[in-house]
């Protein structure tokens, strides 16, 4: 009897343990992380007027999915998927070859954005569509910047089995959205990118 309880105390502990744990990451996502310091944003006002509404966009559907709004996940998939599709990229003044790389990065989240819409397996298909989305949103906006703007990569070592998965937030405030209320603190902040 005092073995079980033992085991179920360890196991327990492990559990607290690995969602309180942050996570891994490689020594390419830590060479973004500042702690003093800011980051570069050299574009127009323009583009980062535009990225900043695809952001807001983005951080709906990122609540939507914190409260388990399937409806509500839809909905801000939709205006991200246009915010996106409106990013003027062909107007940063960059080589040819990086602007490229950026309208494919965008094209590659509105694609997977339009998935994410036609999904049927409900809010946990809808959950993974948004770790992809996540992935990408963060080299976009790595590769670009996001003037004047803080934004906090976070990480949930336990969604989708344990495999983990990261979000992005205008806040330090965990609030997860791989598990909404389940788990809502589960996670932390890996990086914190902050620009000029």
Request: charged letters at 20%.
């Amino acid at each position: 009897m005092r073995l079980n309880q033992y085991v179920w105390i360890l196991a327990t502990a492990a559990l607290f343990a690995a969602c309180q744990q942050s996570g891994t990451s490689s020594s390419a996502d830590t060479t973004a992380q500042t702690t003093s310091g800011d980051l570069q944003a050299p574009f127009s006002d323009e583009f980062y007027d535009s990225l900043k509404v695809t952001m807001t966009a983005y951080y709906q559907l990122s609540g939507a999915l914190v409260k388990s709004d399937t409806l509500a996940a839809d909905l801000a998939a939709v205006s991200l998927k246009q915010h996106l599709d409106s990013l003027p990229i062909a107007r940063l003044g960059v080589d040819s070859a990086r602007e490229s790389q950026l309208e494919v990065n965008a094209g590659d989240i509105a694609a997977e954005l339009q998935g994410l819409l036609i999904e049927k397996g409900g809010l946990d298909a809808r959950r993974e569509s948004f770790n992809m989305v996540s992935e990408m949103m963060y080299d976009l906006v790595k590769a670009t910047g996001l003037k004047g703007s803080t934004v906090y990569r976070q990480y949930c070592p336990m969604a989708f089995n344990d495999k983990g998965a990261y979000w992005l937030s205008d806040k330090a405030e965990v609030l997860n959205p791989y598990f909404g209320d389940a788990m809502l603190t589960c996670g932390s902040v890996t990086d914190t990118l902050r620009f000029q």
